[in-house]
Structures are given as structure tokens and as C-alpha cells.
């Protein structure tokens, strides 16, 4: 299947995934100071999207850079040219923000982290440095093997 297709039937599977403990996923995907793009999915509890579109975009603000939305039948490719380092998040109501990240613009790594930690959403500060979520391999080989198990009924390629 074509690759983005199958990017959307992965982030369909999550959303029903993730419903089933009363939580909803943020994904976002930046393409900046890396060679590839990187799509991550951030469960939060379903009662904590009602002012996040808000809390993201004052954010940015915030931090010197401007969110834009994208047009609900718009595509990314249509706002940002090929080989353009960009910022984007989808919001639980389908909502999608980005930003060109261009020239002088400074776009901090830690942004959606920041965001989704923070007092109003997940309310978890001692998670906005990845470094800092590190576990013990043995602990973490535990995690993945329940995410296996507990994604399966939700996983399309099996």
C-alpha cells in the first residue's frame, strides 16, 4: 500500500487503541535537523483536548514561531515545499497545526513535549527531556512485550 495510506490506517488503529483506556492520541511529526521524519503518537486523556489547539498555538507564540491550520481538505505537500524542515501536530478533533521551520526561525526540539507535559494537559514536567524517560533495558523489554500483546486486536498487518 502507499506509504502514507498506511501511515493513516496505523494512526486509525492507535486512535482505537488508545480509546479503549478512555485516552485519545496527539500525533506529531517534525522533519528538522534529522534525515528522515519522525511521526510520534502521545496518548492524553480524552478530557484534556478541550483548549490544547489553544495551548499549542500560545505556545509557539510564546517561543518566537507561529502555527498554522491547515485547511481541512488540505494536504501538507500542498503548504510545504519539498525539502522544507516543517513542524506539524494533529490535534484529537482532526485539527492539524504547522510551521515552516525557515531561516532565522528557532524552533525548539522539545516543543510538542513541552506542550503535552505541561499542567494542563498530562501534567507530567519530569517527562519534557526524553533523556530523562530512560528505563532499564529489562524494564523496558517488559513494556514492549505488553504493547505487542495489548495492540494485536487493533493490528491490521497481522
Known amino acids: 500500500p ?13 486512535k482505537k487503541f488508545y480509546l479503549r483506556n478512555n ?38 507564540e510564546a517561543q518566537g514561531f507561529k ?13 510545504i515545499p519539498l525539502k522544507v524542515p516543517y513542524f506539524t501536530v494533529e490535534l484529537p478533533d482532526g485539527t492539524v497545526l504547522y510551521t515552516k521551520i525557515q531561516g532565522s526561525v528557532h ?13 494542563p494537559v498530562l501534567d507530567m514536567p519530569n517527562r519534557v527531556e526524553w533523556k530523562d524517560c530512560i528505563l ?3 524494564e523496558e523489554e517488559e513494556l514492549v512485550q505488553r504493547l505487542r500483546t495489548d495492540f494485536e486486536p ?3 498487518t497481522m
Do not use: C
Open 136 to 138: 532499564p533495558k529489562e
Open 2 to 14: 502507499d506509504v502514507l495510506e498506511e501511515i493513516n490506517q496505523f494512526k486509525e488503529a492507535l
Open 154 to 156: 487493533f493490528d491490521f
Open 107 to 119: 524552533f525548539p526540539l522539545n516543543f510538542p513535549r513541552e506542550v503535552l507535559s505541561s499542567g
Open 67 to 79: 502555527l498554522d491550520v491547515l485547511e481541512s481538505h488540505g494536504r501538507l505537500d500542498q503548504v
Open 23 to 60: 485516552r485519545i492520541p496527539v500525533f506529531f511529526e517534525r522533519n528538522y535537523k534529522t534525515s528522515h521524519m519522525q511521526l510520534q503518537a502521545i496518548p492524553i486523556p480524552k478530557n484534556a483536548d478541550r483548549e490544547l489547539k489553544d495551548i499549542f498555538v500560545d505556545e509557539s
